[in-house]
């Protein structure tokens, strides 16, 4: 799919983001602001790196990658010699990903669209009611396999959708499921355009693949394509880099909860913030926010039958198991590392990309209360992985 080629540049801005101070009528400018990355040698420099960025208050895009021990950050036009001045002189290598924020998304970003634009176009990104529009093309036009049903309703009343997918559908699950998320995190464009691609290819089947019409006899798929509808939409009006969902909070002028910070395993450790103008905000308490009750209580419901959950963001090309809260790891850990190895494997034999898989916790970063580990953790469901797109 043409959307997942279009360029490291675009890919980078899926993970930037602000602290939630904006206005609803303001469109924030980042002209001048570039990313950075910053190249270790060693594991010391990463976390010297990282210590930078949190002295030179660069909070709002810092991604890590360990294994490839790199660290980016978006930096401030005013901050930029000074920055680069003490990132040399700790001995630290810099290069420029992306030499003007606001140029990159202008560029690529489109935030009106025409009304010749208002259907679902799997060579481009999309805005959440083309998506909506495609999900229920897809129920009704496959509705011999295809089931779309309606999770919850958000903040601003969007509807939060899960479409199923299996040979000989009927009313409920009967097989064991397949779960896989996408668009928790509003910015991550590319988790949604990528889990749409996955729904075409297992619902049309283009290629007549032998195997997907097995997958269909074998499992039931569930596809839950943008889990923070609102903030998605906001993304595509107002703020490219917004982050979070869009529920105001009580007694603070800042806007919405990391809904990957929200999750009621580990709630409110390391990598999380208790401060509602963060990126990372975990919420006043676990489960606080409609799109995380909604995804609950569908996973409570047919937790005995799911086999494997996938949970997708960008950027960095990870495969990711459980636990993002500490070292602690899950009691089949090697196993899931074994699967981890023969997915990113296959993804080098087909696409020629490079994947790192490991732990989130020492594979990118800290961070409590994230769906993954609730879904190992809480629910017991023993296959679980979060995949960090390119």
Request: aromatic share 10%; hydrophobic share 35%; with cysteine.
């Amino acid at each position: 799919v043409s959307t997942q080629s279009t360029g490291f540049t675009l890919f980078l801005l899926l993970k930037g983001g602000t602290c939630g101070v904006v206005a609803d009528n303001i469109v924030p400018d980042r002209t001048g602001f570039q990313v950075l990355r910053l190249q270790a040698t060693d594991d010391s420099l990463v976390e010297r790196a990282l210590s930078l960025a949190e002295e030179h208050d660069l909070r709002d895009w810092v991604e890590l990658n360990r294994p490839k021990r790199y660290v980016d950050v978006m930096v401030h036009p005013d901050a930029r010699a000074r920055f680069a001045r003490a990132a040399e002189d700790a001995g630290i290598e810099t290069s420029i990903m992306i030499h003007d924020v606001e140029d990159i998304i202008t560029r690529h970003v489109i935030r009106r669209r025409s009304a010749e634009d208002d259907k679902y176009d799997y060579t481009k990104f999309n805005t959440f009611e083309n998506v909506e529009k495609e999900l229920k093309h897809i129920a009704k036009t496959h509705s011999d396999i295809a089931e779309l049903v309606t999770m919850g309703t958000t903040h601003e009343q969007r509807n939060m959708y899960a479409l199923r997918v299996t040979n000989n559908i009927g009313p409920k699950p009967t097989k064991p499921i397949v779960l896989i998320d996408a668009g928790i995190h509003a910015r991550e464009w590319v988790s949604v355009s990528t889990i749409m691609y996955i729904i075409n290819e297992v619902v049309r089947n283009p290629r007549n693949d032998l195997l997907i019409r097995a997958f269909r006899d074998s499992y039931d798929f569930v596809f839950m394509p943008v889990l923070n509808p609102d903030g998605y939409v906001y993304t595509w009006t107002h703020d490219r880099l917004w982050r979070k969902n869009r529920a105001p909070n009580h007694h603070s002028r800042c806007v919405g909860v990391d809904l990957n910070r929200n999750w009621d395993y580990k709630w409110g450790g390391e990598g999380t913030s208790a401060n509602p103008c963060d990126i990372d905000f975990r919420g006043r308490r676990p489960f606080s926010e409609l799109e995380t009750q909604a995804v609950k209580q569908w996973i409570e419901e047919y937790k005995s039958k799911i086999v494997l959950y996938i949970n997708f963001h960008a950027y960095g090309q990870l495969w990711m198991t459980p636990y993002g809260y500490s070292q602690d790891t899950p009691s089949n850990e090697s196993e899931m590392m074994n699967y981890s190895k023969i997915a990113v494997d296959a993804i080098r034999n087909v696409r020629g990309t490079d994947y790192d898989f490991g732990p989130v916790y020492t594979t990118i970063y800290p961070a409590s209360s994230i769906s993954v580990d609730w879904v190992r953790g809480a629910e017991n469901i023993l296959i679980a992985y979060t995949v960090e797109l390119p």
